[in-house]
């Protein structure tokens, strides 16, 4: 017929069968006429489906049971499903083809489970298909260090006298300018009695930039260099990298711990018991990225606890060293400048020119290499070393110099190994060096050279309820000096509470004498108390007896004494007391055996910024200024420790904050009144060396009132109603008609909507600079 349809048999099978749920009654009507089961002159229904045909589906895809999010369309042929390559990745799986579908039947290491009556599909996969995870150290945003504009002057003032000793007094003081050109300080002392009445000692400009953690240093400096170079005061200029002012970064290298899982899972790291490390991970590999808290050998558990509570736990040894560098990581210094002669007693005393650099780079996990070179005059000199991790059995170093001078030449070696771990530690050093062997050092010192044996060994032993053991041996060896061979053994024992005892041994094997020591320590009134016996390599015993308390950092008194005899003669005695106030601190004391001499002495600093000035114990380093927009009395705290509170200024000087360490400033209005508002009470702020920084807390007045609106029949005005203050400050009206205004002024005006769209007002006056909520009472809201 034209126009006709023809379908399958299945298929009209499977229309029939619709149209029977479609319209009521239609089976079983074809049932009655048809009298064959309903089906009339229909074909029988197929009795096999192709297992090859292609199905197309909608699936949510799962890997290793966590749930993508990602709904896909997929194709099931028979056992076998192929999807779009580009829905896998989203799904987060690695792929390495190009193509735009897959069979996952291809891919060796993935399984498919098809969940029917969910319609999803479950896909197991080998590690190599998933994604890497870092997890485990937190990611603060690098955020540069606070300063302002600002000077401070740091004194101490000693005056001494007594007994036929003629009175001295000395001024010390460190003047510092400091801005975004960096810092300016000069240090010098002012004496009386002496030739010399003032001398100056270090004065140097410093700059610092902390994401190429560079210093530059210019004036009065002490080079910067290896750890087997030596270091000399030059006037003049040095260039390094410096790593103090970066201290979120770690720069030795750190072990991995890492993983994989096969299902979403929770991490821990156990180091030594205690719990350092932990986060939820996803399937796939995985290392945490975490500081252990050790430095030397030790031991981890990495503990990984699947989605079903089982745990498998896998012990890693490590060794940390920071005498390595990162891989990548390179540390520097370069100076040129002139020696600093007779430094502490002539003020402007410079000699010849030097010149010195020197260079680390972390190469591997366990290479570090050293390079150096000096140059002064007709000198040369040219060095080299590495440090070496040997697994996880220490490290081992080692570095040899040679020097040009005159014609002649020299050389210098080195040689070192430390190992450390929880309960033991040992160190080996060995130095040669030839007779004509000269550094920078060496010039500094005014040719006090020569050939030089050292070698060393020292090590230490945890001997837990028993206490400490020290070892060591030096054995020293000199041209221009007497030999010296030396042994001695220290141990500490810890008795009932905080108290020690304390025993040493030594042995001077080339003049054959002993000496040794025993000394008891037991706290004692927030002090320690300390009494032993002490002999000499002289032979000669001596009984000493000591107290001493610090002053409490937050103010007050505190005190040493201590007295000494040797075989039975008269004491040798002194004490001093020390008084700790805010702005400055007070010491006093006095010492001698047939005669006695007394001292007195006041430090402090003086701080000029944020338009004030601030008096307060010595300024070491870097320091805050508070500030609460001018309200006094409020308490400050820093790291959590109650450092002061505002003066009638509302300003209070933080005199001690580490450098470049993001520190938390807090400050306390629980005990503010009601009309006091601080929409920040807490900040973290780091503050560059040598500089201050004004922390604003917007602390202000607000006055507020209190009432009661009701309508002109005197009932309250329903919850909820909107009301405009002044028009601009928006609130509602609360139960029972309450209205709480945050900020009145002097004349106010409150439009508040009404349930039939209407609107009504209240007019009132107040006191702006009340101290406490204003109670208006009830009042009449007029249309």
């Not at 060796?108 to 298909?129: F, N």
């Not at 079903?308 to 400048?337: E, K, N, Q, W």
């Not at 000199?478 to 810890?494: E, K």
């Not at 601030?614 to 009395?633: I, K, M, Q």
Request: with cysteine.
């Amino acid at each position: 017929m034209a126009g006709s349809l023809h379908l399958p048999a299945h298929s009209r099978w499977a229309m029939m069968f619709a149209g029977a749920l479609l319209v009521p009654g239609f089976f079983h009507a074809a049932c009655a006429e048809t009298g064959r089961d309903g089906y009339g002159d229909l074909p029988p229904p197929p009795q096999h489906i192709d297992p090859a045909a292609e199905q197309r589906l909608e699936l949510e895809l799962f890997v290793n049971g966590m749930r993508s999010g990602i709904v896909a369309p997929a194709v099931k042929q028979g056992s076998r499903f192929r999807l779009r390559t580009a829905d896998m990745r989203r799904a987060g799986i690695l792929l390495q083809t190009t193509g735009e579908t897959l069979f996952l039947d291809s891919l060796e290491g993935l399984r498919a489970d098809y969940d029917a009556p969910r319609q999803q599909l479950h896909l197991t996969v080998s590690p190599e298909y998933l994604p890497a995870q870092r997890v485990g150290r937190d990611k603060r945003r690098f955020e540069r260090a606070q300063y302002d504009i600002g000077a401070l002057l740091n004194y101490d003032a000693y005056v001494s006298g007594g007994d036929r000793t003629p009175v001295q007094a000395s001024l010390w003081h460190e003047a510092r300018i400091f801005g975004p050109a960096g810092i300016v300080s000069t240090t010098g002392a002012l004496r009386s009695g002496s030739a010399k009445n003032y001398v100056r000692f270090d004065t140097y400009w410093r700059w610092s930039d902390e994401r190429s953690m560079t210093t530059i240093e210019a004036g009065d400096i002490i080079t910067r260099s290896l750890p087997w170079a030596p270091a000399v005061r030059l006037g003049g200029l040095q260039i390094s990298r410096d790593f103090s002012v970066r201290p979120d970064v770690v720069t030795y290298p750190l072990p991995e711990f890492a993983g994989s899982a096969a299902l979403p899972s929770t991490v821990d790291l156990v180091v030594h018991g205690q719990r350092v490390a932990g986060a939820d991970v996803n399937p796939g590999p995985f290392a945490l990225d975490t500081l252990p808290p050790i430095n030397g050998y030790g031991e981890a558990n990495l503990i990984v606890t699947d989605m079903h509570g089982r745990s498998v736990s896998t012990t890693m040894p490590f060794y940390i060293s920071s005498a390595l560098l990162r891989p990548g990581l390179t540390d520097y210094a370069a100076a040129l400048g002139a020696f600093r002669r007779n430094y502490g007693m002539k003020n402007f005393d410079y000699g010849g020119l030097a010149a010195s650099a020197s260079a680390r780079h972390g190469v591997t996990d366990g290479l570090t290499l050293e390079v150096r070179a000096e140059v002064a005059d007709d000198m040369q000199l040219a060095g080299g070393g590495a440090v070496v991790k040997l697994g996880n059995f220490g490290t081992v170093s080692a570095s040899y110099s040679r020097s040009f001078r005159d014609g002649s030449d020299g050389g210098e070696l080195t040689l070192g190994y430390d190992y450390q771990t929880r309960g033991f530690s040992i160190g080996l050093r060995h130095r040669r060096r030839d007779g004509d062997y000269t550094d920078l050092g060496l010039l500094d010192r005014e040719g006090l050279g020569g050939w030089e044996r050292l070698t060393a060994v020292t090590a230490s032993l945890s001997l837990g309820p028993a206490g400490t053991l020290g070892i060591g041996y030096f054995d020293f060896r000199q041209a221009l000096v007497r030999d010296a061979r030396l042994a001695n053994i220290a141990w500490a024992l810890p008795l009932w509470g905080e108290s020690r005892l304390h025993a040493s041994l030594s042995r001077e094997f080339v003049e054959r004498s002993w000496s040794g020591a025993l000394t008891l320590s037991v706290p004692l009134g927030g002090g320690i108390l300390g009494a032993g016996v002490v002999q000499g390599q002289n032979g000669r015993t001596g009984l000493r007896a000591d107290y001493s308390r610090a002053a409490p950092v937050e103010g007050g008194f505190g005190w040493n004494a201590n007295a000494v005899s040797e075989d039975g003669a008269s004491p040798y005695w002194r004490g001093d007391m020390t008084w700790r106030l805010q702005p400055v601190q007070l010491r006093a004391g006095a010492y001698g055996r047939d005669k006695v001499t007394g001292w007195l002495g006041i430090s402090g600093s003086l701080v000029f910024m944020d338009d004030a000035v601030f008096a307060a114990n010595r300024v070491s380093d870097a320091f805050a200024v508070v500030s609460t927009n001018g309200e006094p009395g409020i308490p400050v705290r820093y790291e959590n420790q109650l450092i002061g509170t505002t003066n009638a200024n509302g300003q209070l000087l933080v005199p001690s904050a580490s450098a470049y360490y993001p520190g938390r400033y807090d400050i306390d209005t629980l005990s503010l009144p009601a009309n006091v508002k601080a929409p920040v009470v807490s900040q973290r702020v780091a503050v560059a060396a040598g500089s201050g920084h004004i922390i604003k807390f917007p602390v202000e007045h607000v006055t507020a009132a209190r009432a009661t609106i009701r309508t002109v029949t005197g009932e309250p005005l329903p919850a909820g109603a909107a009301a405009t203050i002044n028009g601009t400050l928006s609130t509602y009206v609360g139960w029972d008609g309450i209205l709480f205004v945050e900020r009145v002024a002097a004349d106010n005006r409150v439009e508040i909507e009404l349930a039939d769209g209407g609107t009504c007002h209240v007019t009132f006056a107040a006191d702006p600079k009340a101290d406490d909520i204003i109670e208006l009472g009830e009042l009449t809201c007029r249309r």
